[in-house]
């Protein structure tokens, strides 16, 4: 593949520059505005920059026919090389040669150009017909923009090495194994089973005291564990009541408390427990206070592991918020709610991407125990991606 940069007054001058050096089947790959010249900053010169491919074997396939029989009567390898980027065998045949090292700097040199671009989206087609369709999905998904890029140049020189003509599919494949490449090192999952204590916080109305009942029931039916229930979510008689149900209907104990002594004396009682489970109020997140007062209730001295509770219908802005607000608290791993109620997941992976916390589960519904997902790389990939076509 040969990959070269055009600079010219106008688009169509560009054009031109290009069929006259690559021929008709090049390909743009890229183009933006740039601003040359000038004096103290002033009279800058505006100009097009212009990023253009073409295969080498469809430079072969327009000669004339006499060129390519030259090739077959054995004219040297290192010519043939030089003029066709092409190596013949001894049998005369045409075989592809691996990737140069000058085609692999101009691969690297158009990542970087891609990652500096600011405005390539205005800018008309930048990448081949499939890469394109991969780059308006991640947009639909809300994938933060510098995540899109490093996705995007990363399957853009997949493609060029692969040799141009990979299909959807493939680079369906390439893209999961990219956003997989991104969760390395961030650690997912359930409960750790490590801790007595499971804390769940979270805002108002994101699902904390039904999510908590479905890990408590995978605790009792899955592991086989001791439970108990302590509630300290006394602003909501509902929500007491609700979480008395699940706790009757899993057969375990539960203690409504309202101070940090409440809370002590609870835990003394559930000693002989393999785990207690933590319900909370839901907290305004924009009253820092009320983050504050989790403290006056609930002692975080004792074997604590807790998740905060975010819900994938929120903007992304608040997500961020409501970490950096429960964050004055030690957040072990991210809980996702309402997977069933969104088609757009990429918040999902900018906030485990910004933080690097990884996340404990996804819920995808109402249903006690059935509507939630242990999470994990895959399981968060399959989520953004599994509705691309």
């Known amino acids: ?197 499971i804390h769940v916080a979270g805002p108002t109305g994101v699902g904390k005291t039904t999510t908590l009942a479905k890990m408590a029931a995978e605790c009792v039916i899955k592991h086989k564990k001791k439970v108990a229930f302590i509630t300290t979510d006394t602003y909501r008689i509902a929500a007491i009541d609700q979480l008395k149900t699940y706790a009757k209907i899993l057969n375990v104990p539960l203690e409504v408390c309202y101070t940090i002594e409440d809370f002590r004396f609870a835990a003394n009682e559930f000693k002989n427990h393999d785990l207690i489970l933590i319900d909370t109020a839901g907290r305004n997140f924009r009253n820092k206070k009320y983050v504050e007062d989790l403290r006056n209730v609930i002692d975080f001295e004792n074997d604590m592991e807790t998740f905060l509770v975010l819900s994938l219908t929120a903007k992304q802005r608040d997500m961020e918020d409501i970490y950096s607000q429960f964050s004055i608290i030690d957040i072990d791993k991210l809980i996702f709610t309402k997977a069933d109620e969104t088609s757009t997941y990429g918040a999902m992976y900018n906030i485990i991407r910004k933080y690097r916390i990884g996340a404990a589960y996804i819920t995808n519904g109402q249903d006690v125990p059935d509507d939630i997902i242990e999470a994990a790389p895959d399981i968060i990939v399959k989520q953004i991606a599994g509705t691309m076509k």
Request: hydrophobic letters at 40%; glycine letters at 8%.
């Open 1 to 197: 593949m040969k990959v070269k940069k055009f600079i010219a007054s106008s688009m169509p001058e560009a054009m031109k520059q290009i069929r006259a050096e690559l021929g008709n089947e090049a390909v743009i790959l890229n183009s933006r505005v740039v601003h040359t010249g000038g004096v103290l900053g002033f009279f800058k010169k505006r100009s097009i920059e212009v990023m253009a491919a073409v295969d080498p074997k469809l430079e072969i396939a327009e000669r004339p026919a006499a060129k390519t029989a030259s090739v077959r009567r054995g004219i040297p390898a290192s010519e043939l090389q030089m003029q066709n980027g092409e190596l013949g065998n001894e049998a005369g045949q045409v075989s592809e040669v691996k990737p140069s090292k000058e085609l692999l700097k101009e691969i690297s040199e158009l990542k970087q150009m891609m990652s500096s671009l600011t405005n390539s989206h205005q800018c008309g087609p930048a990448f081949p017909e499939v890469i394109s369709k991969v780059q308006m999905y991640l947009n639909e998904q809300g994938l933060d923009r510098s995540l899109e890029d490093q996705v995007l140049s990363a399957l853009l020189e997949k493609w060029y090495l692969s040799g141009a003509d990979a299909g959807d599919s493939e680079v369906f494949t390439w893209l999961k194994a990219e956003l997989a490449k991104g969760l390395e090192g961030i650690p997912c999952g359930g409960i750790s089973y490590t801790k007595k204590f």
